[in-house]
């Protein structure tokens, strides 16, 4: 069984700090990466994707992959309230299907 | 085009009813998929489709659950004789060819069985 392994959290972080999310996978034959965020009550949504070692940035967030350890993970710079969300780690495993960790709640404190 | 569209956005079936739940994917990606998420738990896989071909079903959770997509546009999520146990949310998202660059999510249905 495929597995995505997240903290559940919660997760707090002042405002204006570094949030760091982590989250790691089984499948060491996995090549795409993805986070996304999720609002109570609402769907998940795309923020950051990833698929070669090293960091992707985006304005304030940045995708980090560690393809030998297995390890993917998430730093949201400048947190602000509107961070406040759960976020998602999610992997292709293979044959186009991605599989879900359990996702960390983040709380950004005003 | 408004994203994935999923309906209806909320149903409320007594125990042993049957339900049926569409979704219409973004016009130009051929990839459907179905997940269940219930509180505290990332999205589940169930299902998904190449335009009309249902290319997996083993992760459907019974065979009370069926999908279809029969003109390779919208699809439906079925389930018979529902039970308390169903009560969920379930989403259905959509890319272009081999989802590498990730699924766009429509915003769900959710069920509760009474």
């Known amino acids: 069984q495929k597995e995505v392994e997240q903290n559940s959290g919660p997760l707090s972080v002042p405002e204006g700090a570094i949030a760091s999310l982590n989250c790691t996978y089984s499948d060491r034959g996995s090549q795409s990466f993805f986070w996304y965020r999720q609002y109570s009550g609402k769907s998940p949504e795309l923020i950051m994707s990833i698929y070669s070692n090293g960091d992707k940035e985006d304005g304030r967030f940045t995708a980090q992959l560690n393809k030998a350890s297995q390890y993917v993970s998430l730093l949201i710079r400048d947190s602000q309230p509107s961070d406040s969300a759960t976020y998602l780690c999610?992997?292709?495993?293979?044959?186009?299907?991605?599989?879900f960790g359990k996702g960390t709640r983040l709380h950004i404190l005003p | 085009d408004t994203g994935v569209s999923q309906n209806p956005r909320h149903k409320i079936t007594k125990r042993g009813q049957n339900v049926t739940f569409r979704c219409d994917p973004i016009?130009?990606?051929?990839?459907l998929y179905w997940y269940r998420q219930t509180l505290g738990q990332g999205p589940e896989f169930l299902t998904y489709f190449q335009n009309e071909a249902q290319l997996e079903k083993s992760r459907l959770l019974s065979d009370r659950f069926s999908a279809e997509r029969p003109k390779g546009s919208f699809s439906t999520l079925e389930i018979q004789r529902t039970e308390q146990g169903d009560s969920a949310m379930y989403l259905c998202?959509?890319?272009?060819?081999?989802?590498?660059?990730?699924?766009?999510f429509g915003s769900g249905t959710r069920l509760t069985v009474v």
């Open positions: 999610a992997v292709n495993e293979g044959d186009d299907k991605i599989i």
């Open positions: 998202a959509s890319s272009l060819w081999d989802g590498t660059d990730g699924y766009t």
């Open positions: 016009s130009e990606h051929n990839r």
